[in-house]
């Protein structure tokens, strides 16, 4: 029986490792094949949805991997989480909900501080909205002196017309 055991993770190794070079070697058909057939038979194995995660990401499979990587939001294994709130990060970001994206982001520095990617992208996204909400808000103050102009313009037409008929 230990045998057997044994032998399962031994294969389930060696698949892992399979699917994670198909995916280093931008094989992402082939990684996603992979991670689907442990799935099968593992449908808990963390790393696994991961690695579908990730292929489903590269192939432009947005909700599969979305479903994916937040199945691994409360797992025990923080460097896995991490990077699926990395991951989810970049998806959202790319989805343009960048309020969601920082969120994600700051929950895989929470739980690896060390993620210096996750850091810079939190940063950089940061500086993206901060710059937008300037904008917007430029723009907004654009808007209101056009219509104070405006109204300005409007009334003193009407005074001058009012003047003219008396």
């Known amino acids: 029986m230990k045998i057997l055991i044994l032998l399962f993770l031994i294969v389930n190794v060696f698949a892992q490792d399979k699917g994670s070079d198909a995916y280093k070697n931008k094989r992402y058909d082939a990684a996603r094949l992979f991670y689907e057939n442990i799935l099968k038979s593992r449908d808990d194995d963390e790393s696994a949805k991961y690695g579908l995660g990730v292929s489903a990401y590269k192939q432009n499979d947005i909700d599969t991997a979305v479903r994916s990587l937040k199945e691994l939001k409360n ?5 896995l989480a991490s990077k ?9 970001r790319e989805a343009g909900d960048m309020e969601e994206s920082l969120e994600y982001y700051k929950k895989a520095i929470t739980l690896d501080p060390t993620d210096k990617d996750a850091k810079i992208n939190f940063e950089l996204l940061k500086q993206v909205i901060e710059q937008q909400d300037q904008q917007q808000d430029q723009q907004q103050d654009q808007q209101q002196d056009q219509q104070q102009d405006q109204q300005q ?10 003047q003219q008929d008396q």
Do not use: C, E, P
């Open 75 to 79: 797992i025990q294994n923080k460097n």
């Open 84 to 92: 699926s709130y990395y991951n989810l990060g970049n998806i959202m």
């Open 153 to 162: 313009d409007q009334q003193q037409d009407q005074q001058q017309d009012q």
